[in-house]
């Protein structure tokens, strides 16, 4: 056996796809160089050549050439007598080069050599895949579902890494199959029992972030910042953005020319409504703003405690508080602030009274549950339908009418 073409005795080695040649090579030296040390004690006098053409391999052996009865050291030294049979023009004081071919060591040491190898490559290639991955932290990837499992999906990325997709990090109308291409953040890269585990997302505010950087140039360019992004994956997204050049609207150039750059955005996250507002440092415009589409009419801000108060006309409630509370929750997430929703009462009208005084016959829990929706007076309550209160709250039938027949009784006895 000689040292011909050994890489393609281990070709399925050249064939990793994270190891470049270079590297591939040097393992393969490290590796033989391990055998020499064994075969030999030492590889100090040992020259391991590798061509990254072809995968040929040539090992040489120097050793000093001494009288038969002077070797001291037979890994370094070489007597007289055994030199001639290497070539027979050898002289005392010359240094004797000589080949050393695989069949020297031994079919048992060259296949513990070749375990040896797979096992540096493996370890090469799980430590390069979590590199690449660390350094794309935050940063989008597209790859083809390739498993589905009850909690997660396996994706395969162009070179055939595996990435993982929990469920709790995909939007709640995402649907796959296998072979289905998709598009998701790199959220954060682990070991896990030794192997790279890259974990995906596409609820993360830094999706959406991505995504803007990729529909909106100005935005890549740093002539628009996104200061803040707040999201109910599949529902609604607030996007606060500032621009520095006085000459860029950031919102119309997030919207784009009727509305063309968001809406590849909101196809991509399921229809997911996007609010793109103007940031602004004036807290209460910043909030206004927030809240919007609604019409605030006033607000009370109480800093130290980080609440504010907004007061509304009856019809600008709902849009306040938005389909399942997602308008008012992201709001202020985005500003920082616990937010408050109140009608304000309008001359002509009867006098309406809180919730609150209600506290001895309606239970807190259920008064809680009817001002999250945004209704905090009898009259705000009275005047939704029962079946949209039962719809918007977790209250039951029984339940609702039983509030409003106390609510009408305390009007009646008016």
């Known amino acids: ?75 370094l030294q070489v007597g007289i007598t ?43 290639e799980k430590d390069e895949v979590y590199r690449k991955y660390k350094d794309r932290v935050g940063e989008i990837v597209s790859g083809e579902v390739y498993q589905i499992w009850k909690k997660e999906l396996m994706i395969l990325d162009d070179e055939g890494n595996e990435l993982i997709l929990p469920k709790g990090e995909m939007i709640p109308s995402d649907f796959y199959k296998k072979g289905d291409s998709i598009k998701s953040v790199v959220l954060r890269v682990e070991m896990f029992n030794g192997n790279p585990r890259i974990i995906l997302s596409r609820t993360a505010p830094e999706f959406l972030e991505r995504l803007f950087e990729l529909e909106v140039p100005e935005i890549l360019d740093g002539l628009i910042t996104i200061k803040k992004i707040v999201r109910e994956p599949g529902e609604r997204a607030k996007v606060a953005v500032e621009s520095y050049d006085d000459r860029i609207d950031p919102v119309g150039a997030c919207v784009g020319m009727k509305g063309s750059r968001i809406h590849g955005i909101v196809r991509e996250l399921r229809n997911e409504n996007i609010d793109v507002i103007n940031y602004t440092t004036n807290l209460k415009l910043y909030i206004q703003r927030s809240l919007s589409p609604a019409k605030l009419t006033s607000m009370e801000v109480d800093e130290e405690k980080e609440r504010v108060s907004v007061f509304l006309k009856p019809d600008q409630v709902s849009l306040a508080i938005g389909k399942g509370g997602h308008n008012i929750k992201l709001a202020g997430k985005l500003t920082g602030y616990e937010i408050d929703v109140f009608r304000d009462s309008e001359e002509g009208v009867e006098e309406d009274i809180e919730l609150d005084e209600f506290s001895d016959e309606i239970e807190g829990w259920i008064i809680d549950e009817l001002k999250a929706i945004g209704l905090d007076s009898a009259k705000s309550v009275l005047s939704m339908s029962d079946e949209d209160l039962v719809r918007r709250t977790e209250l039951e039938e029984e339940t609702v009418a039983e509030i409003k027949r106390i609510l009408k009784s305390e009007f009646d006895n008016d």
């Not at 030199?83 to 020297?104: P, T």
């Not at 079919?107 to 540096?120: C, E, G, P, V, W």
């Open 1 to 75: 056996m000689s040292n011909l073409g050994l890489v393609d005795s281990f070709a399925e080695f050249k064939e990793f796809k994270n190891i470049d040649r270079a590297t591939m090579m040097r393992v393969l030296e490290d590796v033989f160089r391990s055998m020499l040390k064994k075969k030999f004690g030492t590889d100090e006098n040992c020259d391991v050549i590798i061509n990254t053409e072809n995968g040929d391999l040539e090992i040489w052996r120097t050793r000093q050439i001494v009288e038969d009865d002077a070797v001291e050291d037979s890994a």
């Open 82 to 124: 055994d030199a001639k049979k290497i070539e027979a023009d050898f002289e005392v004081g010359e240094e004797a080069i000589e080949q050393v071919f695989l069949i020297d060591f031994g079919r048992r040491q060259i296949l513990t050599a070749r375990q040896t190898l797979m096992s540096k490559i493996l370890e090469l």
